[in-house]
């Protein structure tokens, strides 16, 4: 089969694709289990397919939020699931040839994926230092006013001047830490972490397969590029050919998927979270043919737009609440700058609303970036486990 009909054929099932593609089968599989093989390929698919159909009906408030990250790496871990149970299920057919490569090289990848995974766990320390920063501003003027009246009504002086450059100086050292600097934007973490490890000598003796990953994983260097390391995770990622969906009947497919999968989210969440050497520019073209292909290379064309946007071209994060961040404190330090002493009751009411936003601010992030850590730190270790699982499949059989 050409290679352009066979992507044409990615539009039908995995069930016709392969009626298409080997008329042999029969010799390989009985006709049963070559049935139950298409309907689990085809599955796969499916419900691949939802996932990101969903997160593209994200609207554009949401999308790359917290909570659509987060939500995100949901749809990652659930994937990956049900790659692991195909695996598992075909493992006679994963240690032969072309498969026995192909899921090695996913393996490789995923990887890769877990110095990502730590870099952005540094990004949501560098968060927090700002979330601490902002309820610095907060607290200097719901409960910093020194010596003066408590918070009474009417009329009554709220606000005074040392209040404000308190406010003002946190504001300045916020504004200086957000700034863009791609060699050392993670220089602000005083601790590497550990690959998600609390306690190391605990995670070392229930982890015995960590050992492979600690040369990659166990921190993430000063030198370390996110850029490179997602061009290292996409490097020589293409589509299946026909000859190869024939000769792994049809488990090239799932490989694929998955490859792609992790290459895209891993590159939202760099795209999404202040990390060293951040860069957006990786290859990734999934034919849209693919059940799941459009929905995926629309999200992808989504967040490429919101990185060319004028006011977010030199952000440290294309994440909806560092956006909230930069806007918040930039509107409240312009503020800062124009007040002038006594304060007009229009001021007041001014100032009042600005502290009022940046408190649901700083709710939202401390809501947020807990779960979100977690689940960050989940895709970690499922990522670890199911290379373990896949490595000792291939030396059980």
């Known amino acids: 089969m050409p290679v352009t009909e066979y992507q044409r054929s990615f539009g039908r099932s995995l069930l016709n694709l392969r009626r298409d593609s080997v008329l042999d089968s029969a010799t390989v599989l009985a006709g049963s289990e070559l049935t139950q093989m298409e309907a689990e390929l085809d599955s796969f698919q499916r419900k691949v397919a939802e996932r990101f159909i969903d997160l593209n009906a994200s609207t554009s408030e949401d999308l790359l939020s917290l909570e659509w990250v987060v939500k995100l790496l949901d749809s990652f871990l659930i994937c990956q699931e049900e790659f692991r149970i195909i695996v598992f299920n075909h493992r006679n057919l994963i240690t032969k040839p072309p498969m026995d490569r192909l899921v090695s ?3 490789e990848r995923s990887v890769k994926a877990l110095d990502v995974c730590n870099a952005i766990r540094d990004g949501v320390e560098q968060i927090r230092q700002w979330q601490k920063l902002i309820e610095i501003v907060i607290c200097a ?8 009246s408590s918070g009474g009504s009417g009329g009554r002086r709220l606000t005074g001047e040392g209040q404000f450059r308190r406010a003002k100086k946190t504001l300045n050292e916020l504004a200086i830490c957000m700034l863009d600097d791609k060699d050392s934007s993670s220089s602000s973490v005083s601790h590497r972490n550990r ?3 609390r306690n190391k000598d605990h995670h070392h003796q229930n982890n015995r397969s960590m050992g492979h990953f600690r040369s990659l994983s166990w921190s993430v260097s000063r030198t370390w590029s996110a850029s490179k390391q997602l061009q290292a995770i996409g490097y020589n990622l293409v589509t299946p050919k026909a000859n190869d969906v024939t000769a792994s009947h049809g488990l090239v497919v799932p490989v694929y998927t998955m490859n792609s999968v992790l290459l895209f989210v891993m590159w939202a969440l760099v795209a999404a979270i202040p990390c060293q050497d951040r860069g957006l520019q990786v290859h990734f073209n999934v034919p849209r043919s693919f059940q799941w292909g459009g929905s995926l290379m629309s999200l992808h064309d989504k967040i490429i737009e919101e990185s060319k946007k004028r006011d977010r071209k030199n952000s440290c994060g294309l994440l909806k609440e ?7 404190s930039r509107l409240m330090s312009e503020l800062a700058d124009s007040v002038v002493f006594p304060l007009s009751e229009e001021k007041e009411i001014e100032v009042k609303e600005r502290v009022e936003e940046l408190g649901k601010l700083q709710d939202a992030l401390k809501n947020g970036l807990d779960p979100f850590e977690r689940k960050v730190r989940e895709v970690f270790h499922r990522i670890v486990r199911s290379r373990t699982e896949g490595l000792d499949s291939f030396v059980n059989i």
Not at 141 to 148: A, E, H, K, W
Not at 322 to 328: G, L, P, R
Request: proline letters at 0%.
């Open 105 to 107: 090289d996913y393996f």
């Open 322 to 328: 560092i956006d909230q961040i930069e806007k918040s």
């Open 195 to 197: 690959s998600f490890g």
């Open 141 to 148: 003027f719901n409960g910093g006013s020194s010596g003066g």
